[in-house]
């Protein structure tokens, strides 16, 4: 299969242009976007309709698969093909629920079938229903539909129904009915013939091109081409064809005739082979006339492209060619829809715009009707009324690939009012369906196309049912799908989900998680050996689980940092890369925080509860959706918990540990700090704050043993940043982004292990979902970091973006023996103004003192220099500190092309768009020094002061 994989998204380039404050990076890409003039909108939608009868979805099937009637045994349209030649073809589009009102309503709103009211055949659709015509009404489009609506309850044919729900001309808008002639009146449109007791008739005798309903419908499409040709307009051509009747009028009624047909391979399917949602009914219709109908209905979409081309208008018009369902036409032994099977639940769908769509691009991804509102109006410019739950699939259309955090799933349920009938997910290989009392199918597309084998039980595909049970489940919660929560079909789910297990048993197994996470801190435990600092508590956690020696975080400050584990993502990629970000936005669709994995799969969810609730996220997360509670006794004593809770206090300002005081003349001076009496306190200062949060951590310790919940905790202790100093906290250096990082779970971790390999803090998401029986999201950056089973990491990558409104953009790439970092602003000094760091750091106070002093020594001065080099290179294993930039040198030109090789793949993958150049302007002036030397000395007097 040609599945179509990218790392760039629409979604999160919009999502990304929001977030950025004084904008940095502008993520939109020039060469997609549609232009501002307003483009028009034709839909030609049939019903019920084969998409094996097309010759652009031949061939995208193999022989087997194409002729399904016979060889040879095809129908030619070379118009439909068009579309797809000059335009797309979805692959595998799909009806929301194969049955023609709940999949229009669905086309119409982006919503499922129980939130437009109807969810079968012959309901009106809901009042609040905003349609994509009312949208672009209100935009100023002239909108209109002629042919079968369906959506306005029993009336049959029920012309021009009182509700337009948008479109302005339905005057040739009728309800229901399969008529095969319509003529003019004086009193408007009526069906042409008529039964003997005068009702309207099906018959097809005496159609011609002018009454013949394709023909007469597609008459009125073109008149309104015509009359609204200088404005914008949307105009929907709804043809009650190929539906049955099997009747055409000629000469299209025997233009097939004389092929061959057979019934498809999969007609003599058994009762007893047949799952009891699809058993064998109905009989095989020759597809003479079938095929009539779909050559009429190609020869009349030709003669619209023709008028649209004549007119000028055609490339400034998007042609969406499509159709509510499928029909069996045989296959599996029955005739028409309602089933999940492909030839029933799948649909034609083309779009033709060549400003925005390349020609012949195939999206293989799985689309359902419900994304269709919200995929148009984004190509259309055009904003929803946000109320639908469909995706926006603009970019698929576009690029011809998915966005980064696409799910390549589709939901598909069967038409009713109560929850009995079947549910399914369907990507574009798999097919999940899960009905009450009955055994799960998986459906592989690839391996066994048509559709006769149940994969459910296969090892091999464990993960495949795992990944689309888990997204039903998601489905249900969010959209309230009453078939999610019927017992047998919500236990299907769960069985699957929990690995065989039931929900009982899974949870028994789970663990409780407890991630204690400390702010501005690098790894200056005694367990890491600093014997100044007296750690006990957190000594004791590293002696009964693993201590991680090298493990750093994405980013150097605490909310880019803890967005990302937050998600177990780079937070460039979901748009949190800046500090203190304005105009904050949902995350990406698809994306979830582990938070909201966890509830899903069952935990209580609780934030604070034994220390601080801090999050401290660049994103928007809605209550309903985030943690369960903040207080420790409300969480539920049968179900497994997850805690995350912070040690604040190592965040500034610090104060002194009269418990355990330090003294300043044990304190080792970093090479690039003068030793000084007050870089000594401020340093012992941070350390003896660790002394106080390593008791509070104790104390969460002794509460989980206390009431019996520590052996069957999995307990994590992480800095959310390196160290609150100069040239630690907000850069790249280690003293930035190096962490400790403690893991204890009895009987999963061997007790007083270490690791010496790199590890990012993304992994520890990867790890607390692991740690829950989650399945891990295909847009995970993180890897679990206690499978020691999978490839260690070769490096680690961290960026730094705007700090509160201090602009600047670093990156930065770490091996085990090197760092390498990419200065994007150069230009501006490493110390630029920052009102935090002013205000709360004193040993900057005095490196301006002494620097404008010529006080400094080479090593100290290289961090006050008024600009920056554009790249670094240290040797970790020479150069701790990294004092000594090797970049350039011959001797380490290898290890620097391979770094650099390696940040620019991985900032492709993370979609980094770089700096503009409003960015670059923008913030805090970036003049330097920020303050004159008598202000600094001022500053600095009073920093000596507090600290005597």
Not at 119 to 140: C, H, K, Q, W, Y
Not at 245 to 266: C, F, H, K, L, S
Not at 431 to 446: F, G, H, I, R, Y
Not at 776 to 785: C, F, I, S
Request: glycine content about 6%.
């Amino acid at each position: 299969m040609s599945h179509l994989t990218t790392l760039t998204s629409l979604s999160a380039i919009l999502l990304a242009s929001t977030l950025l404050t004084a904008g940095e990076p502008d993520f939109q890409d020039p060469q997609v976007q549609v232009e501002q003039e307003k483009l028009n909108l034709l839909i030609i939608q049939t019903d019920e309709h084969n998409f094996r009868t097309l010759g652009c979805y031949r061939e995208t099937l193999s022989p087997e698969q194409a002729f399904m009637w016979g060889e040879g045994a095809v129908v030619l349209t070379p118009n439909i093909d068009r579309i797809a030649q000059e335009g797309a073809i979805c692959t595998s589009f799909y009806a929301t629920s194969p049955v023609c009102s709940p999949s229009r309503a669905a086309m119409m709103s982006g919503r499922y079938p129980q939130n437009t009211a109807v969810v079968s055949n012959d309901i009106p659709m809901s009042d609040d229903v905003v349609t994509f015509a009312e949208s672009l009404r209100r935009e100023g489009w002239m909108t209109g539909f002629a042919g079968k609506w369906h959506l306005d309850g029993t009336a049959k044919p029920g012309w021009a129904p009182a509700r337009d729900f948008g479109f302005t001309d339905n005057r040739y808008m009728f309800n229901r009915g399969h008529w095969k002639q319509f003529e003019d009146t004086d009193d408007g449109p009526r069906v042409k013939a008529s039964d003997q007791k005068g009702k309207p008739s099906y018959a097809v005798q005496g159609a011609d091109p002018q009454s013949f309903s394709t023909d007469f419908l597609t008459d009125r499409a073109i008149d309104f081409i015509e009359e609204h040709g200088d404005e914008p307009f949307c105009y929907m051509l709804s043809l009650p064809d190929p539906h049955g009747p099997d009747t055409v009028r000629p000469p299209y009624d025997t233009m097939y005739a004389g092929q061959e047909y057979v019934a498809p391979r999969t007609y003599d399917v058994s009762s007893e082979d047949a799952p009891p949602w699809a058993q064998p009914k109905g009989k095989f219709q020759s597809m003479a006339k079938y095929f009539g109908m779909v050559r009429c209905i190609d020869d009349n979409v030709g003669r619209i492209l023709e008028t649209l081309e004549q007119k000028g208008l055609l490339d400034r018009t998007i042609v969406i060619f499509t159709s509510d369902h499928g029909d069996l036409r045989g296959e599996h032994h029955r005739q028409n829809k309602g089933v999940p099977y492909e030839a029933s639940a799948k649909v034609p769908f083309l779009m033709r715009l060549p400003s925005a769509i390349p020609a012949g691009t195939r999206i293989d991804e799985a689309l359902g009707m419900v994304d269709f509102l919200p995929t148009i109006l984004s190509l259309m410019d055009v904003p929803t009324a946000g109320l639908e739950e469909g995706r926006d699939a603009s970019i698929l259309f576009q690029k011809g690939s998915p966005p980064e955090h696409w799910q390549d799933i589709a939901i598909m349920r069967q038409a009713g009012r109560k929850g009995e009938g079947w549910l399914a997910a369907v990507d574009d290989r798999f097919k999940l369906v899960v009905a009450p009392d009955a055994q799960p199918w998986l459906l592989d597309l690839e391996q066994d196309p048509d559709e006769l084998i149940n994969f459910y039980s296969d090892p091999q595909r464990h993960a495949d049912v795992v990944r689309l049970a888990q997204h039903l489940l998601h489905y249900g919660a969010e959209s309230g799908d009453s078939y999610v929560d019927v017992p047998t079909v919500k236990a299907t789910l769960l069985k699957a989900v929990f690995h065989g297990e039931t929900q009982k048993e899974h949870e028994a197994t789970r663990p409780n998680i407890v991630l204690m996470m400390a702010e501005d801190m690098c790894p200056d435990l005694s367990c890491y050996g600093n014997d100044v600092v007296s750690t006990p508590n957190l000594d004791r956690l590293a002696s009964q689980g693993v201590r991680f020696d090298k493990a750093f975080t994405t980013s150097p400050v605490c909310s880019p940092s803890r967005s990302a584990m937050m998600v177990g993502v780079h937070q460039s990629t979901i748009g949190a890369h800046q500090h203190r970000t304005q105009n904050k936005a949902p995350l990406p669709s698809g994306v979830k925080t582990i938070v909201e994995h966890l509830r899903d799969a069952g935990y209580h969810t609780i934030l604070g509860g034994l220390g601080s609730g801090k999050t401290d996220l660049n994103f928007i997360v809605a209550k309903d959706v985030f943690f369960h509670s903040k207080k420790w006794d409300d969480r539920p004593k049968d179900k497994p918990f997850f805690m995350q809770l912070t040690f604040n206090n190592t965040h500034r300002k610090w104060g002194r540990d009269e418990q355990r005081p330090i003294d300043a003349a044990s304190i080792e001076v970093p090479p690039y700090y003068p030793d000084h009496p007050l870089v000594r306190r401020d340093i012992a200062n941070g350390l003896e704050e660790i002394q106080v949060m390593d008791r509070l951590a104790g104390k969460v310790l002794d509460r989980l043993e206390k009431e019996k919940l520590l052996d069957n905790t999995l307990v994590i202790f992480i800095g959310d940043h390196g160290r609150c100093q100069v040239r630690g906290k907000q850069f790249l250096y280690d003293s930035g982004l190096h962490v400790p990082l403690i893991m204890r779970w009895p009987d999963k971790i061997e007790a007083g292990s270490e690791r010496g390999d790199l590890v990012s803090s993304i992994d520890v998401s990867a790890a607390i979902l692991a740690a829950a029986k989650v399945e891990l999201p295909e847009y995970l950056h993180g890897q679990n970091v206690l499978n020691t089973e999978q490839t260690l990491r070769s490096y680690v990558f961290a960026a730094r973006g705007k700090m509160d409104d201090t602009h600047d953009a670093m990156r930065a790439v770490r091996s085990d023996t090197h760092k390498y970092i990419l200065n994007l602003m150069p230009e501006r000094a490493y110390c630029q103004f920052n009102k935090y760091k002013e205000n709360s750091y004193p040993v900057l106070a005095l490196l301006n003192v002494m620097n404008l002093k010529g006080e400094l020594n080479p090593t100290q001065a290289l961090f006050m220099a008024p600009t920056k080099p554009e790249i670094e290179l240290y040797d970790l294993r020479t150069d701790p500190f990294e004092i000594h930039n090797l970049a350039g040198k011959p001797e380490v030109a290898e290890v620097e092309a391979q770094l650099r090789a390696e940040l620019d793949r991985w900032r492709k993958q993370i979609n980094d768009q770089g700096v503009s150049e409003e960015f670059r302007a923008g913030g805090w002036p970036a003049v330097y020094p920020t303050r004159t030397l008598e202000e600094w000395q001022q500053l600095l007097d009073r920093w000596l002061e507090k600290q005597s």
